[in-house]
Nanobody, 124 residues
Framework: QVQLVESGGGLVQSGGSLRLSCAAS????????WGWFRQAPGKGRTFVAR????????DYADSVKGRFTISRDNAKNTVYLQMNSLTPDDTAVYYC?????????????????WGQGTQVTVSS
């Protein structure tokens, strides 16, 4: 079973940047999609970005387009989320998920593997 560990969260001022990392315990050919989701207090887990394992295609939520960039380093089994121009609305626990490529990529239910989450807090 793939284990994921996120890191890189923290407290940052509005307009600042953070880079999140998601390290996988092993490389598995069954993982087709890597996704970042976030969950604010009292809300559900929502899609942020995803990248495919094969061609590196990316997709983003409208709220983060132009500010966030997802990337991957296959040699390190690691996926990154570079977050720029952060605002207080970006405050949430950020989760990394690994999916098998079935179903809608923006739905959390299609990701069987998850990390423990990392807190991102943006102060105004």
């Amino acid at each position: 079973q793939v284990q994921l560990v996120e890191s890189g969260g923290g407290l940052v001022q509005s307009g600042g940047s953070l880079r999140l990392s998601c390290a996988a315990s092993e490389r598995t050919l069954s993982i087709a999609t890597w996704g970042w989701f976030r969950q604010a207090p009292g809300k559900g887990r929502t899609f942020v970005a995803r990248i495919t394992s094969s061609g590196g295609s990316t997709d983003y939520a409208d709220s983060v387009k132009g500010r966030f960039t997802i990337s991957r380093d296959n040699a390190k089994n690691t996926v990154y989320l570079q977050m720029n121009s952060l605002t207080p609305d970006d405050t949430a626990v950020y989760y990394c998920g690994a999916g098998l490529g079935f179903g809608v990529y923006s739905s959390a239910t299609n990701y069987p593997y998850w990390g423990q989450g990392t807190q991102v807090t943006v102060s105004s």
